[in-house]
């Protein structure tokens, strides 16, 4: 547990990955454009992000054609969780600018619980 408690908390310790963890937690399924489109950042360094986020088992993905879909992995450590969900409760106004820049530029975004339904 030590070394999943060590690689979580460098996961968690950058701002674009602590980023990435909260929206996904908020919005439960969404695709590189779009975390690039919330985050403001490049494709290159969100996929290098989610990939080390994955390798960390904090993340599932699942692919639909050309896109992949990303989101919280239900294989995560339970006191994992409950830190996400400490911090996702507590970001309220991260989530709401990250999640406002999807909703302005209208793009179909999932959401984990009923992922065949568009949100917006």
Same mark, same amino acid.
């Given at each position: 547990?030590?070394?999943?408690?060590?690689?979580?908390?460098?996961?968690?310790?950058?701002? #674009?990955?602590?980023?990435?963890?909260?929206?996904?937690?908020?919005?439960?399924?969404?695709?590189? $454009?779009?975390?690039?489109?919330?985050?403001? +950042?490049?494709? #290159?360094?969100?996929?290098?992000?989610?990939?080390?986020?994955?390798?960390?088992?904090?993340? +599932?993905?699942?692919?639909?054609?050309? *896109?992949?879909? $990303?989101?919280?992995?239900? +294989?995560?450590?339970? *006191?994992?969780?409950?830190?996400?969900? #400490?911090?996702?409760?507590?970001?309220? +106004?991260?989530?709401?600018?990250? &999640? @406002?820049?999807?909703?302005?530029?209208?793009?179909?975004?999932? @959401?984990?619980? &009923?992922?065949?339904?568009?949100?917006?």
């Amino acid at each position: 547990m030590e070394l999943e408690a060590l690689q979580f908390f460098k996961n968690l310790s950058d701002e #674009t990955r602590f980023r990435i963890l909260v929206l996904l937690r908020e919005m439960g399924e969404l695709c590189v $454009y779009h975390l690039c489109i919330a985050l403001e +950042q490049p494709q #290159t360094k969100i996929s290098r992000h989610l990939a080390m986020l994955k390798k960390g088992g904090l993340l +599932q993905h699942r692919k639909e054609g050309k *896109w992949v879909f $990303y989101r919280l992995s239900c +294989q995560t450590s339970p *006191w994992i969780m409950q830190i996400i969900e #400490t911090v996702w409760s507590n970001q309220h +106004q991260l989530i709401d600018l990250m &999640s @406002n820049k999807l909703m302005l530029d209208e793009l179909p975004v999932r @959401n984990i619980n &009923s992922p065949l339904q568009n949100i917006i």
